[in-house]
């Protein structure tokens, strides 16, 4: 790897880890995009699956006496399901359509979550077992699972400190399982140590973050770092299909 690719994911996972503090899910949202385009798409999304796995087992010890263990149950087992079948068909999938595919999944998740705040997309128990289906496919072949439980949360109307609490006990659980069947990354010492140090410092760094930078403005920024990285994730894919 290059110092210019070292320090690009040392800043992806920075960010990410950043928000993730702050907001309760924008690791993978933000971290993703970009982590794809260094490092290819299956590389990229393994790194972004493990790194989001390590910070929300951290933030479980603080969170998880506000979690809702019962609607938990509805949506772990089928986000499960779905992640260990995206893990293999992540891996058999050539690199320029996993890369458009990833671009195209995040960055429609994303206008989708954009649009339709006010829109009941997910009722009842089969509501919910969609949407785990949707967020454990995309985690497992994209590296974001939290759009699709996004709107769940908003059909639902979830309360924001449990559904914080209950997200991290979720995607430690998701990105457990996607990334079990696909082996540890390719990084050479020197990055690991970097991600290693970036990811401490953005999660430390997010609590004082929090302090200064309002949530809804937290929200906004992840929302259009997200868009920013997913569209040219996308645009790197067609380009290679094209060519």
Same mark, same amino acid.
């Given at each position: ?15 990410? $880890? ?25 590389? *990229? ?6 790194? @989001? ?19 938990? $149950?509805?949506?772990?087992? @089928? ?47 089969? *509501? ?8 454990? /496919? ?40 996607? /990334? ?37 403005? $937290? ?23 094209? *060519?």
């Amino acid at each position: 790897m290059t110092l210019l690719q070292i320090c690009l994911v040392g800043g992806a996972v920075f960010a990410g $880890a950043v928000t993730q503090r702050l907001t309760g899910l924008g690791f993978a949202m933000v971290a993703s995009p970009l982590l794809i385009l260094v490092l290819g798409p299956f590389q *990229g999304v393994l790194l972004a699956n493990i790194l @989001t796995f390590t910070l929300t087992a951290i933030m479980i010890g603080f969170t998880w006496r506000q979690a809702e263990l019962g609607r938990l $149950a509805l949506l772990i087992p @089928t986000s499960l399901l779905a992640a260990l079948l995206g893990g293999p068909v992540a891996r058999h999938i050539p690199p320029s359509w996993l890369l458009t595919i990833s671009g195209a999944l995040v960055l429609g998740a994303l206008l989708l979550v954009m649009a339709m705040k006010n829109l009941v997309l997910f009722r009842g128990h089969p *509501g919910a077992g969609a949407a785990g289906l949707i967020s454990g /496919f995309m985690n497992a072949t994209a590296g974001v699972g939290g759009p699709a439980i996004t709107l769940y949360a908003l059909s639902i109307s979830w309360e924001q400190t449990s559904f914080y609490a209950s997200m991290q006990i979720y995607l430690a659980a998701l990105n457990f399982a996607s /990334f079990i069947t696909k082996g540890a990354p390719h990084l050479p010492l020197s990055a690991l140590l970097v991600v290693i140090a970036m990811l401490a410092g953005g999660f430390w760094s997010g609590r004082y973050v929090a302090r200064i930078v309002p949530l809804a403005l $937290a929200r906004k920024l992840v929302v259009l770092l997200a868009l920013a990285g997913s569209a040219a994730t996308l645009i790197k894919g067609l380009s290679q299909l094209a *060519g």
